[in-house]
């Protein structure tokens, strides 16, 4: 059987990487891409690399006709989802892609994003898109909100570590590295060449980070209390990919042995050997997420690591895992690609 999807904000990053996920996918077709600035135009034109797919041409949003499309992939700006996905048909599942539908408590969303939520009745029916933790909920969803690609990639590491109980809850630290795609492709001038390379910086120290939101929410909830990281991100002269280094007290071997327990069958997350470390060179272009646990040279604390592509595994990729379960496809369907090396 064969699913019509919707793709709105088809020219940004995370669009362009759902086109070139779903191009080869057994059971979907692209019936409409948007984009409002580039309405009218080829994805040929605005994306070179996939002008040999025959795609429908980008259209703006209120052109698309949704009669007939299963699902929709909301690939919008933040706060720009809220208003669009209120607007669309009730019977229409979605996955959306923007930081609009993470949050559960309303409150929170606008305390860390500064604006109210303005889709309320929307925003409650939302599962959480981290694929491996939600994913009888997702099975049953009509809205998923797909994670941050940083609160993604940490919560690999932790999430079966504060189930299990076997670290100290006020004493996590996360430093994580990322690629700029990140950032989206619009122009700005922190991210011009000449301002970037050679060169890799810290942002938004001192805990300041939106996807810290996710992490308060998602570790409080699985620990029964509130838990608060530390957390550094930093922009890396690269176009894809994340690592995030993890510092936690606990018996390293234990925490090695939880990891490797929590993800054993799941098609995607691979925990390595003890004592070797993930690259983000491995995963690039994959919707794998590859997780090491190494001991540290100090008694009773561990270093866990974790690398993903943030534009496959972080975002677009999760997003069609989680389309694939939504519609009762195979959960793997389009998504076994390997990893691009060198």
Known sequence: MTH???ILG???YTGAELVRLIATHPHLEIA??????KAGMAMGQVFPHLRHLDLPKLVKIEEIDFTGIDLCFCALPHATSQAVI???????????LSADFRLRDPAEYEKWYGKPHSA?????EAVYGLTEFYRDDIKQARLVAGTGCNAATGQYGLRPLIEAGLIDLDDIIIDLKTGVSGAGRSLKENLLHAELSEGAHPYAVGGTHRHLAEFDQEFSRVAGRPVKVQFTPHLLPANRGIVATVYVKGDPQAIHNALEKAYVGEPFVVTLPFGEAPSTRHV??????HVGVSADRIDGRAIVVVALDNLTKGSSGQALQNANLMLGIDETAGLMLAPVFP
């Open 4 to 6: 019509k999807i919707a």
């Open 32 to 37: 409409a891409l948007s984009a409002e600035r």
């Open 120 to 124: 309320l009745d929307q925003q409650a």
């Open 10 to 12: 088809a020219s940004g």
């Open 284 to 289: 690039r272009g994959s919707n794998f997420a």
């Open 86 to 96: 209120k607007g669309l048909p009730e019977t229409l599942k979605i996955v959306d």
